[in-house]
């Protein structure tokens, strides 16, 4: 959540930290993602306006204003949500820091 509103509204956020970030929701947790978006074949702008990575551009390119962490051991969000997002972040320019929490687990017990 404050990827994206950083990403849409910079000139209200001027920073952001996000652990483990769902950047993708179509592909997350199915059971979840489809209760509030629908199916993705059925309502595929849903998920495109509720990807972070349709807003990369609205980062700003100055100083890094953005703080991803992701958990070694997250076996909620997959590490490729990150990897995604870091990819996307740097073909653009946009500044961040970064760094993997070896030791954070989360799950959903």
Sequence with gaps: MSLMAAARYADTYR?????????????????????????????????TLGSVLSYIQGFPNDAPCLMISHGGQDENVHFSH????LQRLGSLGKPYEFFVSTFVQLSRN
């Design 82 to 85: 990150t990897s995604a997002l």
């Design 15 to 47: 920073a952001a930290i996000a652990g483990s970030p769902v950047v993708d929701w179509a592909h997350y947790d199915t059971a979840y993602t489809e209760r509030y978006l629908g199916l993705p074949s059925e309502h595929p702008d849903a998920y």
